[in-house]
């Protein structure tokens, strides 16, 4: 499919909760050395069973976070700009991929981050820092009605977003794929310029 969109909103800061921001990145990449340990679990890799059919995503995980969240449908239509419903769910881009065997695209999940704790990645960054609390080898858990479907973060990028739907690796057809996308506030205003960027692979045998 190709990419629909110019840019995921222009950022805008309305009572303290951001729009998402797809635009282009400059690369950023935090280092596990460089993140934060804090709020983060030790958990044990998952016994990973078979992959389940392609199906719509209802929940998202993320064990070393103990971070939940129902997952809900978007669908972008081929719109120039996208504009999240609200501040507190995830939305899966349903022009996309679906998650499980048979699917023939990336899967994309979307959010908000806010200035004070109210939007539903809040947990996935941490501001003052300005890193990702995701790391690369975490675990990212997908459920649907065919089961679960296990990936592992394999990259953390932030970027700038005015250019991020211009960048090929974001939109690239990939079964298997997991992609998840929110938006970073600077530490000490309650401004916007890039995006976190994270990128999962599938573990789930075929």
Known sequence: MNRPLAALTGIAVIAGVTLLGFGG???ANPTPNDAPTSERRAVAPSEVAPL???AVPHALTIPAL???SEVFEFQTGGA???N???AERAYWLSDYGLPGAGSDNTVYLIGHTSADGRAVFDPLVDREAQHSRVLPGDEIWLETATG???YETIAVERHERQRLADVDNVWTTAPGRLVLVTCFFEASTDTVSDNLVVFARALNDE
């Open 25 to 27: 990145w400059q690369l």
């Open 52 to 54: 389940p059919p392609a």
């Open 66 to 68: 103990g971070f939940q």
């Open 80 to 82: 120039p700009e996208l």
């Open 84 to 86: 999240p419903p609200d």
């Open 148 to 150: 679960t479907v296990v």
